[in-house]
T-cell receptor, first 112, second 113 residues
Framework: AQRVTQPEKLLSVFKGAPVELKCNYS??????LFWYVQYSRQRLQLLLR??SRESIKGFTADLNKGETSFHLKKPFAQEEDSAMYYC??????????????FGAGTILRVKS | KAGVTQTPRYLIKTRGQQVTLSCSPI?????VSWYQQTPGQGLQFLFE???????NKGNFPGRFSGRQFSNSRSEMNVSTLELGDSALYLC????????????FGSGTRLTVV
């Protein structure tokens, strides 16, 4: 079965502080992992995908297969980072079809 | 290029009625997926279509159905609406298998009264 766990419903940090949004997954094969962000009153947007290993808006995420984690990190939080963040997993299309399994989401609040 | 377009943005329906939601994917995208978003259950996969064929279906009752047209536009239908169907319904499109990520629409907010 595919499962994504985001243990924190809310993460509150001060501007300039480091941020780590946790994501753990359960999947027996090699997953595709994504982080999506939803700013207030905006649509869900793709932030990162593990396969591209990019850094977007200062955020990075490393896939740790041993710990089955894909935590999202940023060294210095900015107020405009305040949003809902979703971790999502896509398994083998042949086995699970073309779908995303989402975590429950973490609200990030950056205080000034 | 134009993003994923969902219509209508808002709907209010009565229990027992049926509803049809529409999604136009990004030009060139052939895969369209539907998700239900609620405060209690979060984002849940409904179904996915590729080249007019349903490739995958989530764990929803048969009242939820969909289809895809030859131009990749998709519709989903919910019959015999229940109060619990009130949700934000999101459509996402991708080019092939989603390895390049999925682009989401703004959603249709359905309220069942």
């Amino acid at each position: 079965a595919q499962r994504v766990t985001q243990p924190e419903k809310l993460l509150s940090v001060f501007k300039g502080a480091p941020v780590e949004l946790k994501c753990n997954y359960s999947y027996s094969g090699s997953p595709e992992l994504f982080w999506y962000v939803q700013y207030s009153r905006q649509r869900l947007q793709l932030l990162l995908r593990h396969i591209s290993r990019e850094s977007i808006k200062g955020f990075t995420a490393d896939l740790n297969k041993g710990e089955t984690s894909f935590h999202l990190k940023k060294p210095f939080a900015q107020e405009e980072d305040s949003a809902m963040y979703y971790c999502a997993l896509s398994g083998s299309p042949m086995e699970y079809g073309n779908k995303l399994v989402f975590g429950a989401g973490t609200i990030l609040r950056v205080k000034s | 290029k134009a993003g994923v377009t969902q219509t209508p943005r808002y709907l209010i329906k009565t229990r027992g009625q049926q509803v049809t939601l529409s999604c136009s994917p990004i030009s060139g995208h052939r895969s369209v997926s539907w998700y239900q978003q609620t405060p209690g259950q979060g984002l849940q996969f409904l179904f996915e279509y590729f080249s007019e064929t349903q490739r995958n279906k989530g764990n929803f009752p048969g009242r939820f159905s969909g289809r895809q047209f030859s131009n990749s536009r998709s519709e989903m239908n919910v019959s015999t609406l229940e109060l619990g169907d009130s949700a934000l319904y999101l459509c996402a499109s991708s080019f092939r298998q989603g390895e390049d990520g999925y682009t989401f629409g703004s959603g249709t907010r359905l309220t069942v009264v």
